[in-house]
């Protein structure tokens, strides 16, 4: 038996015997390796830094490779080794110890690097500069394969940012991991693939594109691997990121089919998950039919359960993935995914982790939008004094994605959730939101409001503006200000606003408007220098001059032109900016039309960048062109 | 040209076979690197050593590094398990850091020698320190567990209902565990390529049989061959 | 050779579509230019199709065979068939519609055998894609790739009886698509391919159980062992007998002097000293030499080729009369003969067409033959068993190889043996 852990850690540096030392490093090595709890012990009595002192010395090769083993072992499986480790500075004395003369000393170095860079804590290779990242480099070609694949292990985590990827690129990186990548054993592929989908992750470059063409391949036939390796979807979740054009390629050898068969796997480890979950929320980033796929893939209630998993890892990635999943329209509207996701979401917006709650809160504002089903499951859960509590959250990104969760909520609202929102959701702070801080933020309060007058009625109108204390119109009125310093897009949406209280307030919402002191500013706007403006301007008049042939109309239409509304009405038609606006105006002369049933603009969309925030906005002026 | 039917086959001749088996030029120095990746594969570095001598046939890899693996197999095999466990660390310490359950079954070996050598009080420390947090570590060696430490139970352990445990064909299954995870570790053929070619031989053969009537070879071990039996 | 099949064939690979293979009516609505085909038909109906096929079928003998089809332009609706069919398949349908034919169409990437009904199989295709497609004879299957992507298997159970050819078959106005047999390189991963089809192969081959075991309980030992004594590597064999049989087996001192006494007497004739030889082999296995005739006559002939070495041509004369020339029983002797004695005929024997029967090849050859008179004589074979073994091995696996069989071409005997080709 050996001896007392305390008396080996003594042994470590009390004595100048070398052997001595020798022999305590390479009896609690013996102790702890596949030992957690004897870890935990020599962590906990500072064997750690003592061992990495040992290594810094030029101790021998005999010393290094016991020293070098020990610490590797340390750094496994035991959170409070790495710290150690990497508190002690090891990792910095094992790339050291790469460069050594000694083949035994290298290839001891690179088992226990791999080791440490096993773990999530490692650091980023901030040490990597100049001869270890060359070394590094070199290793790939070593003739001993373990040791190369440790040096593509090493390097996969050595590419977290342009620099670092630009410093292993030009350290000839490519050209070693490229030729580890036609090994025969799986293993070594998949560290090379690993490294490589790193390495290449968010770079555009044309030949970076090429070689993920090479890589994909690989990763995607590795993913069939009966053995699989973890970290193959995470790879190929980096591979695939900031690269459209691989996603079609990917999907195309089913590699939605096969990551979706992991989460239907229960022995799914938490990293595999990550790994999966990124690299389907990634898929599914773009294409619809990727995402009809994923959703026939059956594995929602895998997701679903993901999103509360007891691993933050899991917990992001499957949020990230949800949010892919929800940019798709037809999907929330012919499932249940959104009734199914909102509750957990709702958890993740109490989550500790804030990078969670801004995708969990991103992800609502795509889900409850137009889904019925998923806007009372939001009601039920509870979510919206949750929602309500997000719009003064010190993140502005949190406040942005909270007003635009309640902003898609009452875009097409039923008379319950706009009665329900209304509640939960006080006046004041409608008026917080219109004056944030973040521009973002201030658009959103006015397109929040220009929903709760939309589609709706009179009844409604009023109810609203009662809600408001009746000052909602003031606050629209204001912000379409053309001489105030309101940017174009909310003046637009403004008006919108105005023209929605016109048309779903009937008679009583246009007096209404008439007399908010809005017309000069709708006027002013009909010759605005924004294209946007002018043509929620011409919908203003458009609704302020219904119903034809009534003689409250008349005296309106009476007053705009007096404000010189006709005038630049003509102005317009001769020197039509678009043909849209052109066509509408000339509706505006005197055309019979029911824009007055809900041919106002409510302001939907989804989050930026999906190309489908256009999409609904097309479509509701789809709606306005069909009913006039 | 195989419909299945014995008559259809054409049939060939021993003769002519012969002449056949003739066209087949086996280089000595090929068949001899055979026979010593057998050897080297196997593990049996004295004869590997001395057949280099004999027939200049290079090993092909280093034979100290199967000495290591060799000396580290009969290591266990003596019940010499804590020198087993130093050396293979040494040689790669992944093993036992990655490999949960071979490094369980070395503890339970462990144990099992101490209870063998009679020094029971060690064995009963042994156990509560280093396979006891195994087990919680691990629940799937938990059924394991409890029956080696039922070892410590019993006056005499090779008469108890666990005695299996000590039989020397314990010794060797974990000895066998232990090789194979070396070999694997050194990305090493786990497998002599002998026994491919031969089983290649069979499958062949079997292969052929639905095609043609010839002269097999059914009986490997005296590679004789045996002309088909008549028409009838 | 072709890139297109895992190793040279001795039948052709297809090299371009065949303009004449066009269906009856339909062929006229395709313009075939070597590789390339464009559709300029009405295509507004199914009935409207044409299909092309390549100039050969697959190799008969290839394992696995592979082309490649880029589609230049998807035409109206890119109705795109690509795949396999007999000779007897009318063509003008899309390939995958009739029976003996299959096919992976571009516009809804179903894949189709036998009928006009497709299953679910893939993505579909459109201009600039490169459709691979896999006949793999090992497994009898058949895949498709897209841009280096592995679909998978589309048809499982392909009869190989089938003579396929490559084909394919449009249907829409400028649909158009450009076919590589092999004469550049393909985007797929070919050799890939083929290490895997090969790899699926060997893991099943090696799941062949061995049958049971030797005397000594391994049959590898024993075989080992076997060899090791048959070539008098004895310390070797000692080292076996006790290390792998675990005594089982032992080398006979008795063994070990009959072998050196065989040993000795194959030296002398490899030295040229053939009578001695002889003698020896007499005394060592009396009646050996006079039972097999032609290893006899080889020695005498031997004898001859040694005075001839030695520039005796009066004394070679003498011999070649009295003892040669009679002795000759068979025709593979009388060959022997005539060259033997050609080398009379030159100033500088060794220089002249059959100078090599007087090279060290020459008396190895015949000291071999008498290595193995003695043998036999002694009811011993000339080959251990497992060279015997081995040599069954080649000589089956060339059979197969020369019965069409397509996993035996695709078996890699070398990559189980220490160096490349041994049994190729």
Redesign the interface.
């Known amino acids: 038996m050996v001896a007392s852990p305390a008396d080996l850690v003594a042994k470590l540096s009390s004595s100048g015997d070398r052997d001595a030392r020798l022999k305590a490093v390479r009896d609690i090595k013996n102790v702890i390796i596949g030992n957690k709890q004897k870890k935990q012990v020599f962590v906990s009595l500072g064997a750690v830094p003592r061992v990495v002192e040992l290594l810094s010395c030029d101790a021998g090769g005999p010393l290094l490779v016991q020293c070098a083993a020990a610490v590797g072992s340390f750094a496994y499986g035991l959170d409070a080794g790495v710290q150690a480790v990497l508190a002690s500075g090891g990792v910095a004395h094992l790339l050291v110890a790469l460069s050594s003369e000694d083949e035994a000393v290298v290839l001891a170095a690179s088992r226990a690097l791999k080791m440490v860079y096993q773990s999530p804590m490692a650091p980023a290779a901030h040490a990597l500069a100049g001869s270890a990242l060359t070394r590094l480099v070199w290793l790939l070609g070593a003739a001993n394969l373990c040791v190369a694949e440790v040096a593509a292990r090493v390097l996969a985590r050595c590419c977290d940012t342009p620099e670092q990827q630009a410093a292993v690129l030009e350290a000839g990186g490519l050209g070693g991991l490229l030729a580890l990548l036609a090994a025969a054993e799986p293993a070594r592929r998949e560290a090379a693939a690993d490294a490589l989908a790193a390495l290449l992750s968010g770079s555009p470059a044309a030949a970076s594109q090429a070689v993920r063409r090479a890589v994909l391949p690989v990763l995607v036939k590795l993913l069939g691997c009966t053995a699989v390796r973890e970290g193959v979807p995470g790879a190929l979740a980096a591979l695939l990121d900031d690269c459209p054009a691989l996603h079609r390629a990917a999907a195309d050898a089913d590699a939605i089919g096969r990551l979706a068969a992991f989460l239907q796997d229960e022995r799914c480890s938490s990293r595999l998950k990550v790994g999966t979950l990124c690299a389907l929320g990634t898929l599914c980033l773009d294409y619809e039919d990727h995402r009809r796929q994923l959703a026939e893939a059956r594995v929602l209630p895998q997701i679903v359960r993901a999103l509360d998993d007891p691993d933050a890892q899991v917990r992001a990635a499957a949020c990230t993935c949800v949010r892919s999943m929800s940019r798709s329209v037809v999907a929330l509207h012919c499932s249940r995914v959104g009734a199914d996701v909102a509750p957990p979401l709702f958890r993740r917006l109490q989550d500790a982790d804030l990078g969670i709650q801004a995708t969990a809160s991103a992800t609502l504002c795509n889900v409850v939008l137009d889904t019925s089903p998923a806007q009372e499951a939001v009601l039920a859960a509870g979510g919206l004094a949750t929602l309500v509590r997000l719009t003064s959250a010190p993140a502005a990104e949190l406040r942005v994605n909270a007003a635009w969760a309640l902003q898609n909520l009452m875009h097409h609202a039923s008379a319950d959730v706009r009665a329900a929102v209304l509640a939960a959701l006080p006046w004041e702070r409608v008026e917080a939101l219109a004056s944030d801080a973040d521009a973002r933020v201030q658009e959103r309060a006015v397109k929040l409001l220009q929903n709760v007058f939309a589609y709706c009625t009179p009844r409604d109108v009023e109810a609203a503006q009662a809600w408001s204390g009746g000052v909602a119109l003031r606050l629209l009125v204001s912000s379409a200000n053309p001489a105030a310093n309101v940017p174009p897009l909310r003046r637009s949406h403004s008006l919108y606003g105005l023209c929605n209280v016109a048309v779903s307030g009937e008679e009583a919402g246009r007096a209404a408007v008439m007399a908010s002191g809005a017309v000069p500013h709708i006027v002013a706007s009909l010759s605005d220098t924004d294209n946007a403006v002018r043509l929620a301007a011409v919908w203003c008049v458009i609704a302020l001059s219904e119903p034809h042939g009534k003689p409250a109309a008349a005296q309106r239409v009476a007053d705009l032109a007096a404000a010189g509304a006709l005038a630049a009405l003509r102005g317009l038609a001769e020197d039509p900016p678009s043909l849209d606006i052109h066509e509408r105006d000339g509706d505006g002369g005197g055309e019979e039309g029911g824009a007055g049933d809900g041919g106002a603009a409510g302001e939907g969309g989804l989050l930026p960048g999906t190309g489908q925030e256009v999409l609904m906005r097309d479509e509701d002026e789809d709606v306005v062109l069909s009913s006039l | 040209m195989g419909r299945g039917e014995a008559s259809d086959r054409r049939r060939i001749q021993l003769s002519e076979w012969k002449r056949k088996l003739d066209a087949v030029k086996i280089q000595k120095e090929d068949t001899n690197k055979l026979i010593m990746n057998f050897l080297v594969t196997e593990g049996y570095v004295e004869a590997a050593h001395t057949f280099e001598l004999e027939s200049g046939t290079p090993p092909g890899v280093d034979l100290g590094a199967i000495s290591d693996r060799m000396e580290i197999r009969r290591a266990v095999q003596r019940g010499n398990v804590e020198e087993a466990i130093e050396r293979v660390n040494d040689l790669n310490p992944e093993i036992l850091e990655e490999k949960h359950q071979l490094s369980f079954h070395l503890q339970q070996q462990r144990l099992i020698e101490l209870v063998r050598e009679g020094r029971t009080e060690e064995a009963l420390e042994f156990a509560q320190e280093y396979l006891a947090p195994r087990g919680e570590e691990h629940p799937a060696f938990l059924g394991e567990l409890e029956r080696t430490v039922a070892l410590l139970a019993f006056e005499d352990a090779r008469s108890c209902p666990v005695a299996d445990l000590m039989d020397i064909a314990q010794r060797q299954k974990t000895a066998s565990e232990l090789n194979a995870a070396i070999l694997a570790s050194q990305c090493q053929e786990r497998e002599p390529r002998l026994p491919g070619l031969l089983k290649m031989l069979v499958w062949a053969q079997d292969h052929l049989d639905e095609k043609l009537i010839y002269p097999r070879i059914n009986d490997l071990v005296s590679g004789e061959l045996v002309e088909p039996p008549a028409d009838h | 050779m072709s890139l297109a099949t895992s190793f040279s064939s001795k039948f052709p690979s297809p090299l371009h579509w065949d303009k004449q293979s066009g269906g009856r009516v339909n062929s006229r609505w395709l313009e075939v230019t070597d590789t390339r085909v464009k559709y300029i038909g009405p295509g507004s109906e199914d009935k409207d199709a044409a299909s092309v096929r390549a100039d050969t079928p697959v190799p008969p003998d290839s394992s696995v065979y592979y082309y490649e089809v880029a589609v230049i332009n998807r035409g109206r609706d890119g109705f795109i068939g690509i795949g396999f069919a007999t000779s007897e398949v009318p063509l003008d349908r899309l390939p995958g519609w009739d029976s003996h034919s299959y096919g992976y169409h571009g516009d809804d990437g179903c894949a189709f055998k036998g009928s006009g009904k497709g299953n679910a199989y893939?993505?579909t295709f459109t201009t600039g894609d490169v459709v691979g497609v896999l006949f793999d004879r090992v497994d009898c299957c058949i895949s498709f790739v897209?841009?280096?992507?592995?679909?998978?298997v589309a048809f499982a159970d392909v009869p190989l009886e089938e003579r396929l050819y490559p084909c394919v078959g449009l249907r829409t106005p400028d649909e158009e698509v450009d076919a590589n047999f092999g004469a550049s390189p393909f985007v797929g991963?070919f050799p890939g391919m083929v290490a895997e089809c090969r790899e699926r192969l060997t893991e099943r081959?090696?799941a062949?159980?061995?049958?049971g075991r030797?005397?000594a309980g391994s049959?590898?030992g024993?075989?080992?062992f076997g060899?090791?004594q048959h070539?008098g590597?004895?310390?070797?064999a000692a080292?076996?007998g006790r290390?792998?049989l675990g005594g089982a087996v032992s080398v006979s001192q008795a063994d070990i002097a009959d072998a050196r006494s065989r040993q000795a007497v194959a030296e002398a004739a490899a030295a040229g000293r053939v009578e001695e030889a002889v003698d020896m082999a007499e005394a060592l296995v009396p009646g050996a030499l006079a039972a097999q005739p032609a290893v006899l006559f080889r020695l005498h002939c031997q004898r001859f080729l040694e005075l001839v070495r030695a520039r005796d041509d009066e004394g070679a004369m003498r011999y070649g009369r009295s003892v040669l020339s009679g002795a000759a029983a068979s025709d593979q002797d009388q060959e022997l003969l005539q060259d033997a004695l050609s080398l009379l005929a030159y100033e500088e024997p060794e220089a002249s067409p059959c100078g090599e029967l007087l090279g060290a090849k020459a008396r190895e050859d015949a000291a071999a033959a008498l290595s193995a008179a003695l043998l036999a004589h002694s009811g011993r074979?000339a080959?251990?068993?497992?060279?015997?073994?081995?040599?069954?091995?080649?000589?089956?696996?060339?059979?197969?190889v020369q019965?069409?069989?397509a996993?035996?071409a695709m078996?890699r005997?070398d990559k189980?043996?220490?160096?490349n080709g041994?049994?190729l």
């Not at chain 3, 062949?208 to 049958?211: A, D, G, M, S, V």
């Not at chain 3, 590597?233 to 070797?236: G, N, Q």
């Not at chain 3, 068993?385 to 040599?391: K, M």
């Not at chain 3, 189980?416 to 160096?419: D, N, V, Y």
Request: charge should be negative; charged fraction near 20%; proline fraction near 6%.
């Open positions: 893939g993505p897209k841009n280096g992507i592995d679909l998978g991963d081959v090696l062949t159980p061995l049958p030797g005397k049959l590898l024993e075989l080992v060899y090791l070539h590597h004895w310390e070797t080292a076996v290390d792998v074979s080959q251990s068993a497992l060279e015997r073994c081995l040599a069954q091995l080649g000589a089956v696996r060339r059979e197969l019965l069409g069989d996993s035996a078996l005997f189980s043996l220490p160096s041994m049994l």
